[in-house]
């Protein structure tokens, strides 16, 4: 069989009139039935079409002009029923005397000629280029469900060619076919020929992908504050893409050519549902979503702080973090780092007791989630403890400029060194258990303070105290000033180092012929005994007298001896002298033996008594 395929188009697509030239030469009648069969009908021709229908004619045709067609209509109609429009007859055609029925010809070099129907003829066909509609439903993973519309004239078949990753032909007599064994996830290219008398029609086309598996092993294998990684593994068949979306969160969408994916802008420590679909390139179909659920991490806790401190315990408080927490956990950890103490907590606050007195402790709070399966990054914090007070603190020496003083470390816990300190002066910082607290001021009280210092220097431990007071001065150059026989005046200066402090002085003076003593306080470097006894020596010393609490306190005693003014009073001595040389009595020599023997007498009698004696003769 020979065709020879013209087309035209006259318009719109679905208006594509096709020409087919049949070389077998048959009768009219012969040629109609087989384009009417075969094709739509016998050529018909109008002006568009007759110069590319001559165009290639090489002999004589049938047209599908016949002057009694269904009757006596002469000339009037197509065989297609469409009207005559248009003749290009030879000269002198067509011929009236011809037989009552005859059929017309293109001569094979245009012209039309009327010729006796059963003449054997090549002829031209024609058909309307067919354009028919594929649709495709159930699609599933492997397989899918075709239905087109029924071909023109007498289809014997339809032949289904699928190709695509994998290719089959089926054929069918009916307007539907399910295809099956397809790998998911591919795109498919279905096209449904008609076959009429073993011409394939112009196909009916679809493109489909078949829907992709979806992925197996989802899980979500890393979270931050923000972000979740999720990983799964790839299913079979193919798959061009995945769409990961959080459920409620349609902007966080996310769509990964591979097998991980990361999802970010999550808001900390909540859920979130992550769905996970196969794509196919044009997004004309996606796979089963699959699920997994899983936690973010939470945020830092802020402000964290060390609220309160003593030598066992630290209480922390911190602010909650943004976003989602159930709990928390501390951990803190001393001088044995590697023995870690953990608490979960369920406020924004915690105690960490039975503490080690000077100790640093590190200190990591950690927000949880999750039924406190989902932690955060910890927050760090160092603190030490205070350290414990000293004991047996106890005052080794005291001078007029000195305190020396020691105690025994404390019985707990760490600590660095000792503050020692004393109002008013510089405090000494010491790692000994010793310190000599020098240039303080003479006959004072002070109270001694000792504080442990932690390691930081700023952790301090309770003061321990100890009072004493440093040795008082004597007072210096003591000096009657003036005197007479019942008074006598005194001055001293006020001893060094004492300016400021207040002290009194007190004064003992003593005769030792009347055997008197009296004391007296002054509240001044000077003073006046009033009641002593005139003529005879006093010994006065003076002392820095200093009220102690409950204790009077003295200096060094410092002493001189000054003696009253004399009342003048006459004692006269008769003295006998008896003798057997009586010039013996009489002699100087005799004389100053007497006086010199009684000199002495008075002398033991008199201590302390100023006096004078005079020799007088009983004559005067
Ligand atoms: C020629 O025409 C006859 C009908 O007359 C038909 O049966 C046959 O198949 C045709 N042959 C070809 C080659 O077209
Ligand atoms: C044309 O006609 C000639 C003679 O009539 C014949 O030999 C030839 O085969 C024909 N050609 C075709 C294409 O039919
Ligand atoms: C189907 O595709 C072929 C080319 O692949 C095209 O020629 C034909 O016109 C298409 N069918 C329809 C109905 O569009
Ligand atoms: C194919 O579908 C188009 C659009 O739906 C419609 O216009 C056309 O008539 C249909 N063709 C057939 C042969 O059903
Ligand atoms: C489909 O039909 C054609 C023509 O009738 C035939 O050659 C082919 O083997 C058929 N194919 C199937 C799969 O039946
Ligand atoms: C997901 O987790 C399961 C169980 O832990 C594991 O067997 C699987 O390999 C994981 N999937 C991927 C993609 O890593
Ligand atoms: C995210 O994906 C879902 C499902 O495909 C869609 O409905 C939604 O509009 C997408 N959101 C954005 C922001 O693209
Ligand atoms: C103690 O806990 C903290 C915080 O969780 C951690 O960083 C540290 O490594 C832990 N130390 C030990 C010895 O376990
Ligand atoms: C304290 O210092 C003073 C003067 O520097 C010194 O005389 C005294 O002996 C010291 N005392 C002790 C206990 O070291
Ligand atoms: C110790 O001295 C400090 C300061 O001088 C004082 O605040 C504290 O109360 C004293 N403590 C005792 C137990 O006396
Ligand atoms: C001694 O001096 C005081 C004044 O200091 C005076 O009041 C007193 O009268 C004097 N005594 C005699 C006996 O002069
Ligand atoms: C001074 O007198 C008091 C009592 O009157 C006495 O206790 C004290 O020892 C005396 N001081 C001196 C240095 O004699």
New binding site residues.
Partial sequence: MLFILLALSLGPVGSERMYFFQSNATEWAVARNHCRSCFRELVSVTPDNAALLVGGLTNDTWTGLRKELDGPMDWSQWSNGDPLTFQNWYPARPDSNNSDDSCVKFLSFGPWFDQPCETELPYICYEDRF??NLTVSNVSLTNMSLSWTPGPGNVSQYRVEVSGNTSQVLNSTGLTALVDSLIPGSLYRF?VFPVKCDRDL????ATVYTKPERVTDLNVTSVTTKTATLRWRRPTGNVDGFLVEVEGFPTLNVTAPGEAASVDRLSPGKQFTFRVTTLVLDRSISGDPVSVSAFTKPDLVSRLQVSEVTTTMLNLSWARPEGGHDGYRVDWTGNWAFLNHTQTIFTESARLENLEPGTNYSIWVTALVANQSVEGDPVFITSYTRPDVITELTVTETTRTNIAVQWKPPANGSWQSFRVQVPESPALETVDLTANLTGLKSGKEYTVTVITLAADKTKLSDPVNVTTYTKLNEPKNLHNTSFNSTDIHLSWDVPENMEGVQSSYLINYTTRFWKLSHSVVARTNATILTDVRSGVEYSVTVQTLLQMGQNNVTSQPTTIKCSTKGVDRMLTLGMQCQSKDPLQCDTEQTREQAMKELKKLLNDKLDGVTWTLRWRDSSD
């Fill in positions: 354009y028919g096209q112009n196909p009916e086309n």
